[in-house]
C-alpha cells in the first residue's frame, strides 16, 4: 500500500464529533481551532523519528532552529545523508553530543538494515514501540511521536510528553495531578486519544505540531 502524505486521516471527522459530544471541556478548544488543520503525514519514517530525536527535551522553537541549521548544511535529512555526514558538521548545527550518537545509530540501522522498519503499518501500536525501543535514541515518547505522526494511529496517550501533560492540568484545572488523574481523563476521549491530544497540543503553541 502507497503511503499518502497530507491527507486527513480517514478517521478524523467521527473523532472529532465523539470527543465533542463526551468533553465538554475538550469542545470548546475544538471549536476554537481552524477546521483546515489536522493530523497528518509529511515525512518519511526516517525524517519523523529523526526530528523526534531532535526535539527531545527541548522546545517546539528550539528543535525547530536545530532543523533549519540542519537543513542548511546538508539539504535534506535522509537517512543516507545523517549516515555520511561528520559529526562536526552535525555539532554545528546545534545538536548535543548525545543525540549526534543517536541519530547516526538510527541512520546506520536505516542504511544497513532497512527490513527492520518494513511493515510497521500492520502491526499493533505496543509492538511497534517495543521494536523501535530496542534502538538506542528512541523511548516510549519517540516510538509514540512516529505512532501519531508518521502513521497516524488514533489512540496514543503519551504520558511522558511534558506539553501536553502541563496543558491538560491547566485545562482541566487540576492541583498536583498524578498520571493516574489523566488517563482517568482520557477515558472520555474513547479510541480517540490522539486526536484529543493533537487539539491540546494547540493551548502549548497554536503552530502546528509536526514529526
Avoid at 527492520?116 to 505496543?126: A, R, S, T, V
Avoid at 519517540?142 to 501536553?164: K, S
Wanted: some cysteine.
Amino acid at each position: 500500500m502507497t503511503i499518502k502524505y497530507n491527507k486527513k486521516p480517514v478517521y478524523w471527522e467521527k473523532a472529532k464529533k465523539y470527543l465533542i459530544k463526551n468533553d465538554p471541556v475538550l469542545r470548546k478548544i475544538i471549536e476554537s481551532v481552524n477546521t483546515d488543520h489536522f493530523l497528518l503525514r509529511n515525512s518519511t519514517s526516517f525524517q519523523t523519528l529523526a526530528n523526534a530525536i531532535i526535539g527531545q527535551q527541548i522546545s517546539i522553537a528550539a528543535a525547530s532552529s536545530v532543523l533549519r541549521k540542519l537543513k542548511s548544511k546538508i539539504k535534506a535529512v535522509s537517512a543516507k545523508n545523517i549516515y555520511s555526514t561528520s559529526k562536526n558538521v552535525l555539532a554545528n548545527s546545534g545538536l548535543s553530543r548525545q543525540k549526534i550518537t543517536y541519530l547516526k545509530i538510527l541512520s546506520e540501522k536505516f542504511v544497513k538494515e532497512p527490513n527492520y522498519f518494513y511493515g510497521f503499518k500492520n502491526l499493533e501500536d505496543d509492538v511497534i514501540i517495543s521494536r523501535l525501543c530496542k534502538l538506542k535514541g528512541i523511548g516510549e515518547w519517540t516510538a509514540q511521536m512516529y505512532l501519531i505522526f508518521q502513521l497516524n494511529r488514533p489512540n496514543v496517550l503519551p504520558l511522558a510528553d511534558i506539553g501536553f501533560i502541563n496543558s491538560v492540568t491547566r485545562i482541566y484545572k487540576l492541583n498536583k495531578p498524578k498520571l493516574s488523574d489523566i488517563v482517568s481523563i482520557s477515558k472520555k476521549w474513547g479510541k480517540y486519544k490522539t486526536i484529543a491530544v493533537w487539539y491540546i497540543w494547540r493551548i502549548i503553541d497554536p503552530k502546528i505540531v509536526q514529526y
